[in-house]
């Protein structure tokens, strides 16, 4: 079965500075996704960006990228010029393109999160 | 607007006491899912659907009914909740259940059964 793990309960950053949360994963598949999760106090789940496991480039969305190495089953998010809307929890996901293990089709796979802090 | 809907967003009962979160989604999606979120735990997929009247079990699916009716609709029935399935439930949806097309999440619901 596909597990993700993000080591890094809680994170601090100053504002306007970088950082970068870490994600590992587990598979035996070749083809799939890998997703951050965003999630606010307001608890809403906001995509914060996704990468197809096929593609080398490593995606981008805006002060987002994520560094994905895939022979490492490693896929980690790093926050440029960090703002205090960038406090939440972030969570790493994985999604197999077929049916998991197990018969779940579709399912995300969460870690189970790390707490990001913005310091003004 | 696009969106997942959920209600209540808050629900306290009592052990025992069926009953029912009401899910919608205006977005023509084919895929539904239902997921209960812990401290320390992450995620954890509850019930599935890919189609009208298409569902199967998730991760954690004792103690959880499902059903699908209609496309955009997605309730999560508790017959007989119990303490531990105190937790902050999502739904989401997604165009298909297959490939990297975005679950959109709904606002949540917090439930407590004590």
């Known amino acids: 079965a596909q597990t993700v793990t993000q080591s890094q309960p809680e994170m601090s950053v100053q504002e306007a500075e970088t950082v970068t949360l870490s994600c590992t994963y587990d598979t035996s598949e070749s083809d799939y996704y890998l997703f951050w999760y965003k999630q606010p106090p307001s608890r809403q789940m906001i995509l914060v960006i996704r990468?197809?496991?096929?593609?080398?480039q490593n995606a981008t969305e805006n002060r987002f990228s994520v560094n994905f190495q895939k022979a490492a089953k490693s896929f980690s998010l790093k926050i440029s010029d960090s703002q205090l809307g960038d406090a939440a929890m972030y969570f790493c996901a994985y999604r197999s393109l077929y049916m998991n293990y197990g018969g779940s089709q579709g399912n995300l796979i969460f870690g189970k999160g790390t707490k990001l802090s913005v310091k003004p | 607007e696009a969106q997942v809907t959920q209600n209540p967003r808050y629900l306290i009962t009592v052990t025992g006491k069926k009953l029912t979160v009401t899910c919608s989604q205006n977005?023509?999606?084919?895929?539904m899912s239902w997921y209960r979120q812990d401290p320390g735990l992450g995620l954890r997929q509850i019930y599935y659907s890919m189609n009208v009247e298409v569902t199967d079990k998730g991760d954690v699916p004792e103690g959880y009914k499902v059903s699908r009716k209609e496309k955009r609709n997605f309730p999560l029935i508790l017959e007989s909740p119990s303490p531990n399935q105190t937790s902050l439930y999502f739904c989401?949806?997604?165009?298909?259940?297959?490939?990297?097309?975005?679950?959109?999440f709904g606002p949540g619901t917090r439930l407590t059964v004590t």
């Open positions: 977005m023509n999606h084919e895929y």
């Open positions: 989401a949806s997604s165009l298909s259940g297959t490939g990297g097309y975005e679950q959109y």
């Open positions: 990468q197809e496991a096929y593609k080398q």
